[in-house]
């Protein structure tokens, strides 16, 4: 959890710099802002592939690494005057993130058990946490200290880094002790159509929940909300998006994780609804009950997809972490796009369909069969 804080966190001080990048080093938006993109894309489409070659390690050292990365290629970026080697910077901290997550969400899987889902929940609300406070602590932090702020970034970064490493290493896929419990039991050849519904699924979870971030205080502006009051409901809706979040994960561990995504989904299509149809008290408590319900299956559904790939772990949770995400900043495009064809309440109006056609999707999901066969048991001694 404290390596999915610091990475989300530290890698939001590329978004930060970028007024520094327009005033100080003459650059554009658009060249100060593809470089915020480019970490972002290499630090999410990678995910499954490098999830692959963990999973063919056999080791979860590899999130240490990835976040040890993050922060030494980091720690620079302040002191960097060249675009080309901001790109360079942005490009092996993006590398760094696609490598730490996947691996950290197996090594999570692993540690947490038959609490797998509770396990998984408390890792996505590190990154949740890292991400909220980042655009609190970091401009702030600039303007006091300059973008050579940045250098703080490193040992911050190991400080969690090695312990990271340390201890993952007590936890070992090969090797281990056996034991016979039912776990879920899926032929290779059945695997295929299910993942793709579960990516379907985080990648329009995703479109609705990113671009509700990027454009939803400026739709609040049209309803006659000063800018400041837009972003403050906004933040409400992330707070009970992180709180639906730990719920969801929790329930899962007892509750049919399938009709859990379904019917959170299903709430948070109708909540939208009733916030775009509403106004007043109703829309505040319909906006901020859409988030918690948004958000209920994130981990979720990175659960039911290592449940798929249980000798792949780390693949499961890049294609639902990593391409989901990556995929779902495509569809905020979209919307983006839309705003300028339609109007702005068309096109997030829209994101209710989205939402809904999430829900949808995951009905011919059929849930793993048990069966009773040897499954590796993770021991963690001293943890």
Same mark, same amino acid.
């Given at each position: ?135 609190? &602590?970091?401009?702030? /932090?600039?303007?006091? $200290? ?5 250098? =703080?970034? !490193?040992? *911050?970064?190991? #400080? ?106 299903? &709430?948070?299509?109708? /909540?939208?609804?009733? $916030? ?5 008290? =109703?829309? !505040?408590? *319909?906006?901020? #009950? ?94």
């Amino acid at each position: 959890m404290l390596a999915h804080l610091v990475n989300d966190g530290a890698v939001y001080l590329f978004a930060a710099l970028i007024p520094y990048y327009t005033q100080t080093l003459g650059m554009s938006y658009v060249e100060a802002g593809f470089a915020w993109t480019l970490l972002n894309l290499v630090g999410s489409v990678p995910q499954p592939f490098l999830g692959m070659v963990a999973d063919r390690l056999e080791g979860y050292a590899l999130a240490g690494l990835g976040l040890a990365i993050v922060a030494i290629f980091l720690g620079p970026v302040g002191f960097v005057f060249n675009y080309w080697g901001i790109l360079a910077l942005a490009a092996v901290v993006g590398l760094g993130t696609a490598i730490c997550h996947p691996v950290a969400a197996a090594f999570t899987a692993a540690a947490g058990g038959r609490r797998r889902g509770m396990a998984m929940s408390v890792f996505s609300l590190g990154g949740n946490i890292g991400f909220t406070i980042a655009p609190l &602590a970091l401009p702030p /932090l600039i303007l006091l $200290f300059g973008p050579q702020t940045s250098a =703080a970034i !490193v040992p *911050a970064g190991l #400080l969690v880094a090695v312990p990271l490493i340390l201890v993952s290493r007590r936890i070992k896929p090969e090797g281990l002790h056996r034991t016979r419990r039912v776990i879920p039991v899926v032929r290779t050849s059945s695997r295929v159509f299910p993942m793709v519904l579960l990516v379907s699924v985080a990648v329009l979870r995703s479109w609705v929940y990113t671009a509700s971030i990027t454009f939803l205080p400026t739709y609040l502006t049209t309803r006659g909300l000063a800018l400041t009051a837009g972003a403050q409901l906004l933040s409400l809706m992330l707070m009970m998006g992180t709180v639906g979040m730990l719920a969801g994960g929790i329930a899962s561990d007892y509750f049919s994780p399938k009709w859990g995504t379904i019917l959170s989904l299903g &709430a948070a299509t109708a /909540l939208l609804a009733t $916030f775009f149809a509403s106004s007043g008290i =109703a829309s !505040v408590v *319909a906006l901020a #009950l859409s988030g918690l319900f948004l958000l209920w299956s994130m981990a979720v559904t990175t659960v039911m997809a290592q449940n798929l790939y249980p000798g792949n772990q780390a693949l499961a949770s890049g294609l639902t972490i990593g391409l989901g995400i990556g995929l779902g900043s495509v569809g905020t495009s979209i919307t983006g796009w839309m705003i300028d064809l339609f109007g702005i309440t068309v096109a997030m109006s829209s994101l209710v369909l989205v939402a809904l056609l999430a829900a949808a999707i995951l009905l011919p999901y059929r849930e793993p069969r048990a069966a009773t066969v040897p499954e590796a048991r993770a021991s963690v001694a001293g943890v």
